[in-house]
C-alpha cells in the first residue's frame, strides 16, 4: 500500500534518512521504533508532504505522493503537538475540519466516547494539555481512511482515555485499516502493534513481527529486546 | 482558501489584540478631530501615524501568527489542501483582519464628525487605501521572514529590524546620500531610492493628493516634477501593488521547498 524508495533527507549537513527502502502492506498496525533522532517523524513527515525528501520516491495507493495533495483525503494524521488557535471553540474547529475534507464523519460518537461534550463550547486556548490530545484523537478519527497515522498518540491521556484509544485502534484494525504508529512506550507496542519497523542511521534495521523481534534478541521482554538492539548502535 | 481565510479570519477578530488595535484607531480618530477640530489637518496628522504605525502593527502580527500557529498549519498539512492555498488563507486573513481595524477605527469617528460633507472624503479614502496597502505588504514580509526563519525569536528581531530600516534608517541613509553627494544631479537616484521603500512611496503619494508642498520634500518634489500629480500617484499606487505582489510571490516559491 505505501512504498518508500531509496528515500534521502538532509538536514543542513545532518543526514536523516540515508536511502531508506520500506514495503508496508494493507491492513495492520505497524509501530515504528527507533532512538532519538533515528527519522521516525522525517519519515512520516514525508509520507504526507510536509517535509520534501532530497532523492526518492514515496507511492501511496499505487501514485506517487510527491508534490501532490488529493491523496491525503485517504489519510488520517495524530501530529505530536496538539496546538490549535486559542480563539475557536472545540465544536468550531471539529466543523472546521469537517469542512476542509468532503468526507463523512462520525465526530458525535467520539466526542460522546471522550466525555467531551460539556467541552464543546470552550475555547481550545483554556483546555488542558490531555483534554486537548482528545481533541486531537477526535480530529483524527472521526474520518474513514485506509491509511492512518499516529505521531506519539498516548501524550498526556488519562487511562481512561487510553483504553479507548486502543479499542479505536483495534476496530480500525478490524475494519483492514493501516495504521502506523510512531511511540516510546514499550507496553503499548507490545499491546496493539502486529509489526515493528525499526529505523537506524536513517534506514531500516529490523522489520518484522514483535515476536520475531524477540526471538532474534533473545529477549521476551519487548523493551529489553529494543533497548539491545540500540545498545548495537553504541557500541 | 476560503475556507482558511474565514477561520484565520475569526480566529484574529476574536483575538483581544485585533480589539485594542481597532480602539487605538478609533480613540486616536476622535482625539485628532476634536484637538484640530478641522478634517483636513486630522488627516495629515494622521498619515504620519499611520505611515509609521500600520507597517509595524502588520510586521509584528504576521511574524506572531505564523509562529503561533505553528502548530495547527501543521494540521491543515496534513489535510488535503494545496500547501499554497493554505499559507494564502492566513496571509489574507491577517490582511484584512488588520485592514477592517484600520478602516472602522478610524472610519468611525470621520463618519460621526461630518466626514461625507466635507471635501477631505478623497483625501481619508486614499489614506485608508494606503494604509490598506501598507498593511498587506508589511504582512507579506513579516510572513516571508517567518517562513525563512526557523527560530522564532531571530524571525521576529529580523523583522523588527526590517520595520526599523524601512520606516527609520533608510530615510537616514538616503539622506546621507544626497548631503555628500549634493554636488552630482540625484533626481533619478532619489527616484529610484523611493521606490525600494513601500514607506516613503506611501507618503509621497499621499502628499501628492493632499496637495501640499511644503511637506512634499526633496523626493517628493522630484516625484512631481517628474510625473506631475496624476501620473505620479498612478505609478507610485502601481509600485505599492508590485510591493505585495513580489512577496506573494517569493512566499509561494519559498513554500514549494520548505519542510515542515
Request: proline share 3%; glycine share 6%.
Amino acid at each position: 500500500m505505501i512504498e518508500f524508495k531509496n528515500l534521502h533527507k538532509k538536514f543542513g549537513k545532518l543526514v536523516v534518512l540515508d536511502g531508506l527502502d520500506l514495503n508496508i502492506s494493507k491492513g495492520g498496525i505497524f509501530a515504528i521504533l527507533g532512538p532519538n533522532g533515528s527519522g521516525k517523524t522525517t519519515l512520516i513527515k514525508c509520507l504526507l508532504g510536509m517535509v520534501i525528501p532530497n532523492k526518492g520516491e514515496i507511492i501511496f495507493d499505487k501514485k506517487s505522493v510527491l508534490r501532490q495533495w488529493a491523496y491525503r483525503n485517504n489519510l488520517n494524521y495524530l501530529p505530536q503537538i496538539a496546538n490549535f488557535p486559542p480563539n475557536l471553540t472545540v465544536l468550531e474547529i471539529i466543523n472546521m475540519v469537517k469542512n476542509l475534507r468532503p468526507k463523512d464523519s462520525n465526530s458525535e460518537e467520539l466526542i460522546e466516547l471522550f466525555g467531551l461534550k460539556t467541552s464543546l463550547d470552550k475555547k481550545l486556548g483554556n483546555l488542558s494539555g490531555g483534554t486537548k490530545q482528545k481533541v486531537n484523537i477526535v480530529l483524527t478519527f472521526m474520518f474513514d481512511s485506509d491509511l492512518i497515522v499516529l505521531d506519539e498518540p498516548t501524550n498526556g491521556l488519562d487511562p481512561i482515555a487510553l483504553i479507548h484509544l486502543k479499542s479505536i485502534i483495534q476496530k480500525e484494525k478490524e475494519k483492514g485499516k493501516t495504521i502506523l504508529i510512531t511511540t516510546h512506550i514499550m507496553s503499548f507496542v507490545d499491546e496493539v502493534a502486529d509489526e515493528i519497523v525499526f529505523l537506524l542511521d536513517g534506514k531500516i534495521y529490523f522489520k518484522g513481527t514483535v515476536d520475531a523481534l524477540k526471538k532474534q534478541m533473545n529477549n521476551d521482554n519487548l523493551e529489553h529486546a529494543i533497548a539491545n538492539l540500540i545498545a548495537k548502535q553504541y557500541a | 482558501m476560503l475556507k482558511i481565510l474565514k477561520y484565520s479570519f475569526y480566529d484574529l477578530m476574536r483575538s483581544r489584540w485585533s480589539y485594542v488595535y481597532f480602539l487605538f484607531y478609533l480613540i486616536l480618530g476622535f482625539v485628532l478631530l476634536f484637538l484640530n477640530n478641522d478634517v483636513d489637518k486630522a488627516v495629515i496628522t494622521l498619515m504620519n501615524i499611520i505611515i509609521v504605525l500600520t507597517p509595524l502593527i502588520g510586521t509584528i502580527f504576521g511574524v506572531m501568527y505564523y509562529y503561533n500557529s505553528k502548530e495547527f498549519t501543521e494540521l491543515l498539512l496534513a489535510q488535503p489542501i494545496n500547501r499554497s492555498k493554505i499559507f494564502m488563507g492566513q496571509y489574507l486573513g491577517i490582511s484584512i483582519s488588520l485592514t477592517l481595524s484600520l478602516v472602522l477605527g478610524l472610519g468611525i469617528p470621520f463618519v460621526l464628525y461630518g466626514l461625507f460633507k466635507s471635501t477631505a472624503i478623497f483625501n481619508f479614502s486614499l489614506l485608508l487605501v494606503v494604509g490598506a496597502f501598507l498593511n498587506f505588504i508589511f504582512v507579506a514580509l513579516s510572513y516571508n521572514i517567518a517562513l525563512s526563519t526557523e527560530n522564532k525569536i531571530k524571525g521576529f528581531g529580523y523583522a523588527i529590524l526590517m520595520w526599523l530600516f524601512l520606516a527609520v534608517i533608510y530615510d537616514g541613509i538616503f539622506l546621507t546620500f544626497l548631503v555628500v553627494f549634493n554636488s552630482y544631479p540625484l533626481d533619478k537616484f532619489s527616484l529610484a531610492a523611493t521606490m525600494f521603500n513601500p514607506i516613503d512611496l506611501s507618503r509621497i503619494l499621499i502628499l501628492l493628493k493632499l496637495d501640499i508642498s511644503a511637506l512634499l520634500g526633496y523626493t517628493g518634489a522630484v516625484f512631481r516634477k517628474f510625473f506631475g500629480t496624476n501620473l505620479g500617484m498612478m505609478i507610485s499606487m502601481g509600485v505599492l501593488m508590485l510591493w505585495v505582489m513580489l512577496p506573494v510571490l517569493r512566499m509561494n516559491l519559498k513554500l514549494r521547498k520548505k519542510d515542515f
